[in-house]
């Protein structure tokens, strides 16, 4: 039995969290929404907010453009309305982690200057 987009995109986000799990970061939200917006996983660390946008992808080529700027506009604008809702000193950080057949195959750190 196949399994639909929105199951594949859970097993990759808990891929993806289990990652940041074990490098230390404490996990704070899966899914947070806002309308037009979502951001797929947020952590923290004692510096800093880590804002992750999970991609599966077909190719590992070109990986830069999985996110374009209409994207990358709408992450920034989740942010933002994330930390208005939750305000902090910390530092914030967007990452995108690219992940291929099940498996995480790149992250991407700190891909705005937020």
Known sequence: MAIS?????YQSENLVKDHYLNLGYRFLHANWTIPGGEIDLIFESDSELVFIEVKTVDYTEDLENYIKKSKLKVLE????AYI????TSKDLRIDVAFLQQGKIIEIYENITNI
């Open 5 to 9: 987009l929105r199951q594949k995109g």
């Open 77 to 80: 604008r989740s942010v933002e």
């Open 84 to 87: 208005t809702k939750y305000p």
